[in-house]
Nanobody, 115 residues
Framework: QVQLVESGGGLVQPGGSLSLSCAAS????????MAWYRQAPGKQRELVAR???????DYADSVKGRFTISRDNAKNALYLQMTFLKPEDTAVYYC?????????WGQGTQVTVSS
């Protein structure tokens, strides 16, 4: 199984940018389909972006054109570049790995967009 650790969260002003990273260990990272999810207070966890083990990407409509997901299999890392951030992007962001029907989660990193 894979272990996932997120980093890079913080406080940013509306319109600003932030980059998240997810370090993976313990398994063959390149075999995993990876994704970023987020959960705002009082709301369900939602998919933000995903990238397949072949590099195909997909985004939630709310972040299309603003967020970019990428992975570096040589570094066992997943990234989320976030631009033009909005207050409604405020949430805990989770790294997710999926392989053979099994889901693995990181502990989450807080992103707060506020002036």
């Amino acid at each position: 199984q894979v272990q996932l650790v997120e980093s890079g969260g913080g406080l940013v002003q509306p319109g600003g940018s932030l980059s998240l990273s997810c370090a993976a260990s313990g398994s063959i990272f390149r075999l995993y389909n990876m994704a970023w999810y987020r959960q705002a207070p009082g709301k369900q966890r939602e998919l933000v972006a995903r990238i397949s083990n072949g590099g195909v990407t997909d985004y939630a409509d709310s972040v299309k054109g603003r967020f970019t997901i990428s992975r570096d299999n040589a570094k066992n890392a997943l990234y989320l570049q976030m631009t033009f951030l909005k207050p409604e992007d405020t949430a805990v962001y989770y790294c997710n790995g999926n392989r053979a029907g099994w889901d693995y989660w990181g502990q989450g990193t807080q992103v707060t967009v506020s002036s």
